[in-house]
């Protein structure tokens, strides 16, 4: 089985520039989380959907980040413009939303560095 | 604020020793637990999970949970240098919908 795949694994931007990281989440599973990884503040959730629907985007940072989910089966993290304290590591997760023992299955994430 | 917290270690073990990694949680009405680890570069990868009181085997591997204490932690017997990794405690609760919220990790070095 095909696991939780994102897109671009490595992107490198300047300051003020829009950048677009993908998420196709393992068939099956409902619930989508995408989450941020720094060295400071380890595993931050900026948001997570269960049925494509967005139901806590409250670790977005700000009005600068936004996340869609037009369907089951793809998901985006825009940020838009980008700074340089937004360089991170963007895991996106799924899981199966029926139990509440179900993990979350990462993907191997997009390095995003904002010069 | 809901917290799981985790010493950042370093945690130093020689080989074939055991490895305790230990984690406390806030929120009394968490339900399930998990243990991840993460290799350098790598994303998180599950290893256990354990949601009742009590001890759970896997192998080399054992969590044990006390929710009275709000306490969990992974016990690693004949720890192996492939062990070293970043080990991270991850807590689900009952109204949280299906989220997880991670520790910082323990970082675990097994020596030679």
Request: neutral net charge; aromatic residues 10%; charged residues 20%.
């Amino acid at each position: 089985d095909a696991g939780v795949i994102q897109s671009p694994r490595h992107e490198v931007t300047e300051m003020g520039q829009e950048v677009t990281l993908r998420c196709k989440p393992i068939s099956g599973h409902n619930s989508l989380f995408w989450y941020r990884q720094t060295m400071m503040r380890g595993l931050e959730l900026l948001i997570y959907f269960n049925n494509n629907v967005p139901i806590d985007d409250s670790g977005m940072p700000e009005d600068r980040f936004s996340a869609k989910m037009p369907n089951a089966s793809f998901s985006t993290l825009k940020i838009q413009p980008s700074e340089p304290r937004d360089s991170a590591v963007y895991f996106c997760a799924s899981s199966y939303l029926g139990t509440a023992y179900s993990p979350l299955h990462f993907g191997n994430g997009t390095r995003l560095t904002v010069t | 604020q809901k917290e799981v917290e985790q010493n950042s270690g370093p945690l130093s073990v020689p080989e074939g020793a055991i490895a305790s990694l230990n984690c406390t949680y806030s929120d009394r009405v968490s339900q399930s637990f998990f243990w991840y680890r993460q290799y350098s570069g790598k994303s998180p990868e599950l290893i256990m999970s354990i949601y009742s009181n009590g001890d759970k085997e896997d192998g080399r591997f054992t969590a044990q949970l006390n929710k009275a204490s709000q306490y969990v932690s992974l016990l690693i017997r004949d720890s192996q240098p492939s062990d070293s990794a970043t080990y991270l405690c991850a807590v689900k609760d009952q109204g949280g919908g299906n989220k997880l919220t991670f520790g910082t990790g323990t970082q675990l070095k097994v020596e030679l």
